[in-house]
């Protein structure tokens, strides 16, 4: 109902609060044959592609040259690119949904761009959220618990005809 009393030509986003907006995390690797000012290039031109659909930048992360745990494989005109290093990246941001297609044919299309992946997320940091280490055990209660001892060996006495008996059976 709220819709219909909208003025002619007034779009639903334009009034909605942008904190109701959905919240996206990106990670891109940019190939590793450019150099450092050019993988910051790279994801300068990934932020202003999400800039275009007014979005609102949260966190981001520059890119930093990286191993990859496995060789990636691209092919191109003819041949096959292959990658054992790539510059990762990230930026988290809120935009509205409708904004999301153009922006993944974006980064599909971009050849600087080796692989990416954009998820659905949430505002908080939950990398940074303090974590409580908890233990719990009915059977320890009020404990301390101690590394067990061991008791030291008791050295037992024994003659040298005894062990003639034990070597002559041995070696029979």
Do not use: C
Not at 4 to 32: C, D, L, W
Not at 113 to 131: G, H, K, Q, S
């Amino acid at each position: 109902m709220a819709e219909m009393s909208q003025a002619p030509g007034a779009s639903s986003q334009a009034n909605s609060p942008k904190e109701t907006r959905p919240i996206y995390e990106i990670g891109f690797h940019v190939v590793a044959s450019a150099d450092e000012a050019n993988a910051a290039k790279v994801a300068e031109a990934i932020r202003a592609q999400i800039e275009k659909g007014d979005a609102e930048i949260i966190a981001e992360g520059a890119p930093a040259r990286m191993r990859l745990a496995y060789t990636v494989e691209r092919a191109t005109s003819g041949h096959h690119e292959k990658f054992d290093e790539a510059y990762f990246g990230f930026i988290k941001f809120a935009t509205e949904r409708d904004n999301i297609p153009a922006l993944e044919a974006w980064l599909r299309s971009n050849r600087e761009i080796l692989r990416f992946l954009l998820v659905e997320t949430v505002r908080e940091d939950v990398m940074n959220a303090p974590r409580r280490v908890t233990f719990a055990s009915d059977r320890l209660e009020g404990e301390t618990i101690k590394k067990p001892q061991a008791e030291p060996e008791k050295k037992a006495e024994i003659s040298q005809e005894d062990l003639d008996k034990s070597l002559d059976a041995l070696v029979s």
